[in-house]
């Protein structure tokens, strides 16, 4: 018999296939995947600021000359940040209104402004109650408040 011993080789294990680098396709794939991600984000940052644009033009452009008109108006829009925002506080009424937006600002209403907000819209119309330094005064706390909470 012969001794065929000699002949025989080692057996050679193949190398690990690695996992990376990663073929073109996948990184292209991960490149779309990161690209929407962000284009998403920015998409959004921007339509939440360009609500909180609008709405504050909306508060600017309020005028001073009528109390009560103005006044209801300031009311109006921050019932709709509330009803886009806090859709529990949109059956509040009185001073549950009033702790509410209190309760979301960093600064608070005093009562006679407090009272304009809650007022405003059942008072006569030639009511010299309040005045226009109470109106410019609420105007300001609902830009601030519209700031914070939008």
């Not at 059942?122 to 601030?144: E, G, H, Q, R, V």
Request: glycine letters at 4%; charged letters at 20%.
């Amino acid at each position: 018999m012969p001794d065929n011993l000699p002949e025989l080789r080692d057996i050679h294990i193949p190398q690990d296939i690695s996992n990376f680098p990663l073929g073109y396709g996948w990184l292209v794939i991960l490149g779309i995947l990161l690209g929407s991600f962000i284009l998403y984000k920015i998409t959004r940052l921007a339509v939440v600021k360009s609500r909180k644009i609008y709405t504050l033009r909306l508060v600017k452009n309020i005028p001073l000359a009528n109390v009560q008109k103005s006044a209801s108006k300031i009311s109006e829009i921050l019932r709709r940040v509330c009803v886009y925002k806090y859709p529990e506080a949109t059956v509040l009424s009185g001073n549950d209104w009033i702790d509410f937006v209190n309760s979301k600002s960093k600064t608070k209403l005093n009562d006679k402004i407090a009272g304009l907000l809650v007022n405003a819209p059942y008072m006569p119309k030639n009511s010299t109650t309040y005045s226009i330094d109470d109106l410019a005064k609420l105007k300001i706390f609902c830009s601030k408040w519209i700031g914070e909470n939008l």
